[in-house]
């Protein structure tokens, strides 16, 4: 569900700035398989990065790895 994905999505990058993890990717698939509606999840990663602040800067990844199905992240230092 995405009330969930989006929870885990951001636990997960909180994480990372515990960590000091300065950038990530996510992956989250191109929605191929998802019916006539077109993608879910790929356009609602993208628009939640737009609004946290932890979030810096975010772009579609490179096709090794995993171009339009996957986004690099670069995370705010604390």
Excluded at 52 to 67: C, I, N, T
Aim: glycine residues 8%.
């Amino acid at each position: 569900r995405l009330d969930q994905a989006r929870a885990e999505l951001q636990e997960f990058l909180r994480e990372c700035i515990t960590r000091r993890i300065a950038s990530v990717r996510v992956i989250h698939g191109k929605g191929s398989r998802s019916g006539p509606d077109g993608p879910i999840l790929k356009p609602s990663v993208h628009h939640w990065l737009s609004l946290w602040d932890e979030v810096l800067a975010f772009a579609s990844a490179q096709p090794r790895h995993g171009g339009n199905g996957a986004v690099y992240v670069l995370l705010r230092r604390l």
